[in-house]
């Protein structure tokens, strides 16, 4: 069974810095793209990043770009996503996703982890 | 960036009944359209990519067409469980981005 679990999530000032993590287990993580989606309260959904199975490419949205970075251990079969310079916006529900070995939609997905960005 | 537009927002159906949700992109995708079911509290459920393949164990009530700009998702036979919020996404170009979701309750 596919088991994604999210952790890392919870409250920081505006301009700190988190790191959330996803476990993966039940499949070879090393053969799949991982993405993380974020959803504001109340909102919908929004993709966030992607990363491809060597961590070769990664993809971003632009209202993240050069404040969060993706990376994936394949070894520990974990993903992770390094937020800096946290804002307002940033405050969601925060999950990760196992897309597929070639399409980059997400097929299983974890139940989330939340972050709250406030002073 | 390619913008994602759903009709209708919301609706409202009975159980046994069909309903059609209809997706825009703004520019020609290809297939490269997915359907995501999300219920309230919980993380989304991937339903169709590539416009119309079910993702394994997605029961043959759903189903999904379309092409370039318009797409729909089908649900026939609608069921208490099938109540929820329905979004699509498109992947043919980055970034990805999703629909507002259509929300769909009990009549």
């Known amino acids: 069974e596919v088991q994604l679990v999210e952790s890392g999530g919870g409250l920081v000032q505006p301009g700190g810095s988190l790191r959330l993590s996803c476990a993966a287990s039940?499949?070879?993580?090393?053969?799949?793209?991982m993405s993380w989606v974020r959803q504001a309260p109340g909102k919908g959904l929004e993709w966030v990043a992607n990363?491809?199975?060597?961590?070769?490419?990664?993809n971003y949205v632009d209202s993240v770009k050069g404040r969060f970075t993706i990376s994936r251990d394949n070894a520990k079969n974990s993903l992770y996503l390094q937020m800096n310079s946290l804002r307002a916006e940033d405050t969601a529900v925060y999950y990760c996703?196992?897309?597929?070995?070639?399409?980059?939609?997400?097929?299983?997905w974890g139940k989330g982890t939340t972050v709250t960005v406030s002073s | 960036d390619i913008q994602m537009t759903q009709s209708p927002s919301s609706l409202s159906a009975s159980v046994g009944g069909r309903i059609t949700i209809t997706c825009r992109a703004s520019?020609?995708?290809?297939?490269?359209l997915a359907w995501f079911q999300q219920k309230p509290g919980k993380a989304p459920k991937s339903l169709i990519y590539?416009?119309?393949t079910l993702q394994s164990g997605v029961p043959s009530k759903f189903s999904g067409s379309g092409s370039g700009t318009d797409f729909t998702l089908t649900i026939s036979s609608l069921q208490p469980e099938d109540f929820a919020t329905y979004y699509c996404?498109?992947?043919?170009?980055?970034?990805?981005?999703f629909g507002p979701g259509t929300k769909v309750d009990i009549k």
């Open positions: 520019q020609g995708i290809r297939n490269s």
């Open positions: 996404q498109q992947y043919n170009s980055y970034p990805i981005t």
């Open positions: 996703a196992r897309d597929g070995r070639v399409v980059v939609v997400p097929a299983q």
């Open positions: 039940g499949f070879t993580f090393s053969s799949y793209w």
């Open positions: 590539a416009a119309s």
């Open positions: 990363i491809k199975q060597d961590g070769s490419e990664k």
